[in-house]
């Protein structure tokens, strides 16, 4: 069974940096496509970034593309979110997720994606 977990977060000024990790185990890194999502209080869980399985044509939603980065090291079989230039509302709950063995293609949905981990809290603060 695969298992995801994220750590890396924590509370932070605006124009700060924070890079998130997950850690996967029960599974290789590169049989999955990987993906960041994010859900901020009373709000709906929303893609941040997504990577493929060979570390290419990485996806970012419109709110990150520029800040955040996206990445593989699959010596560690970890994924890995670089964010910088924070903003307050990136303040959210930031889930790590994967697809599943053997499926190649990107998607932005939550939906899409079989396993997640359980979460690590990053806070903005102005």
């Known amino acids: 069974q695969v298992q995801l977990v994220e750590s890396g977060g924590g509370s932070v000024q605006v124009g700060a940096s924070l890079r998130l990790s997950c850690a996967v185990s029960?599974?290789?890194?590169?049989?999955?496509?990987m993906a960041w999502f994010r859900q901020a209080p009373g709000k709906e869980r929303a893609f941040v970034a997504a990577?493929?399985?060979?570390?290419?044509?990485?996806k970012y939603a419109g709110a990150v593309k520029g800040r955040f980065t996206i990445s593989r090291d699959y010596a560690e079989n970890t994924l890995y979110l670089q964010m910088d230039s924070l903003k307050p509302e990136d303040t959210a709950v930031y889930y790590c997720?994967?697809?599943?063995?053997?499926?190649?293609?990107?998607?932005?949905?939550?939906?899409?994606?079989?396993?997640w981990g359980t979460g690590t809290q990053v806070t903005v603060s102005s």
């Open positions: 997720a994967a697809r599943g063995n053997q499926i190649t293609v990107i998607h932005t949905t939550r939906s899409s994606y079989r396993y």
């Open positions: 029960g599974g290789a890194l590169n049989s999955h496509v």
């Open positions: 990577i493929s399985r060979a570390g290419g044509s990485p």
